[in-house]
Each structure stands twice: as C-alpha cells, then as structure tokens.
C-alpha cells in the first residue's frame, strides 16, 4: 500500500487523502495537511514511484487510481480526497470509476484534458539522472550541481525536496526510469475512458491558480461534464503550485468546501 503520514485524530468526519503530483510527496503537503487536520483525519499520501512508496513499472492514471483505492479501503469507510496536478487526475479517474469510495472531491489546479509540457518535465528527469550523487554530503552541493541544468532556484528546491542525503548512498526517491518511461500518459488524459467509468455527482471543488494555464476557460465544459456538481475557484496571485505560493487561500478554500 501507499505510503503515507497521518495527521489529526479519528472522528466522526470522513478522513482526507491528500495526493500530491509529480514529483512530490506527502511531505510537501505536510503544513497544509496539520492545519487541515484539527477535526478530522488528515492521510499525505506519496504516490508510487515517489518518495517512500512502492515502485512499479507501471504509471497510469487506473493504477494511481486504485492505489488510492487500496488507501481508502484500508480506513474502512468512504473519505473525502484532494489531488494536485498528476494526483489530482488520479483523484479524478477514482471518483469516475470508484465514486463510492469518494465523499468530496478536491482537485487542485489540473483539469480532465491532456497537457504538452513533456519537454519540460523530460528535462527535469534527464537533469536528476545525469547529476553526479556519488560523492554528494550537502544540500547546498547538491544544489550547485543542479543549477548546471535546471536554472529555476523554485524548481530546485522542491526537486531537492526528495533527494536522500542522510540514510544510505545517496539517491532520488523517484523511480526516474519509470517516470520518463510513462510521462506521455502522466501528461495524456484516458479517452475513452476505462469501462464502467461514469460522471461524479458528489461535491467536487476544482482549485486552480490565476497565473496558472493548467486550467483554461476551455477545459471549464470538460471538467462540469465530468463532474456536474463541480464549483470553480481561482486563487488570486498563485501559480501551478498553488498550495505552496497560496497555502493559507487554498486551507481556507478547502476548509469551507469540506464544512458544507
């Protein structure tokens, strides 16, 4: 089963997965999910192939889906989930093929459609895979050597987020071969969609960041067909990663979502 950290104390409302996107982990969510988690049980999920989670060969949105799926079952009972970019498109494909298992559905900046940015991610995985790690102590060395290819300090420092440096040899907590081996569907979106897949008429809140193009106007038809009962909020000022740009917009937009 998945990996995860739990946060907050078992009551009687449905707990909360938090599923991050690529390249993140349950520890990026870490201060959103303890501020969310005062009167409710609050799961930071790694997905596999990310941070200390499982790997596998396979990377597509039913795998991710059932992954969730596993998650849930073990709590006993349905539990609200929130997904960002590639975790939010695993949420997605669970409440469309798994829709008892999902109270409320959160997805944060990310829409049901197909994106092009597979250079850009591709590059981020060839600058990990070529990085010299062997001889690595620092953070700020490790840093220096990654400034070579990615030229971002943002980029660096959440990629950096997932670099071991203090058990063991040092090395990524990503499965980079698997990750560049299935970035087409990452990025892809599955149509049609798996057998038995129907549109989600829970609650669902869709997220996403005014300086963002992750979700156009255009992709507004889309995600309502899907999911009929969607509400759409932009949150002012903030980007693709809107929950670290705009942590205490987006807790407060979550929190008044979940309350209803």
């Known amino acids: 089963m998945l990996n995860f950290t739990a946060h907050g104390p078992e009551t009687a409302l449905p707990p909360l997965l938090i599923a991050p996107g690529l390249f993140g982990s349950g520890r990026n969510w870490g201060v959103i999910a303890k501020r969310l988690s005062a009167g409710r049980r609050v799961l930071a999920l ?82 990990m895979e070529a990085m010299k790690l062997e001889d690595l102590t620092t953070r700020s060395e490790a840093d220096r050597r990654l400034a070579e290819t990615v030229q971002d300090p943002g980029t660096r420092a959440f990629l950096l987020q997932s670099l071991e440096l203090r058990e063991g040899p040092v090395r990524w907590k990503f499965n980079l071969r698997a990750l560049a081996a299935n970035l087409a569907a990452i990025l892809d979106w599955p149509e049609p ?26 992709s507004h038809e889309k995600i309502r067909a899907l999911f009929p009962r969607a509400d759409l909020h932009s949150v002012t000022g903030a980007g693709h990663w809107l929950h670290a740009e705009r942590p205490r917009e987006v807790e407060a937009a979550v929190e008044d979502f979940l309350r209803r």
């Open 46 to 127: 790694d997905l596999r192939n990310h941070g200390d989670s499982f790997w596998a060969d396979s990377h597509s949105y039913p795998d991710l889906a059932a992954d969730l799926a596993a998650v849930i079952e073990a709590q006993g009972r349905a539990c609200d989930v929130m997904g960002h970019s590639m975790g939010g498109k695993a949420a997605m494909m669970l409440a469309l093929t798994r829709p008892g298992l999902v109270e409320r559905l959160v997805v944060a900046d990310m829409a049901p459609v197909a994106y092009g940015h597979g250079a850009a991610h591709g590059g981020l995985i060839a600058a």
């Open 193 to 218: 969609l798996p057998a038995g897949a129907r549109p989600f008429h829970g609650p669902a809140l869709f997220l996403y960041g005014a300086a963002s193009n992750y979700v156009r106007p255009e």
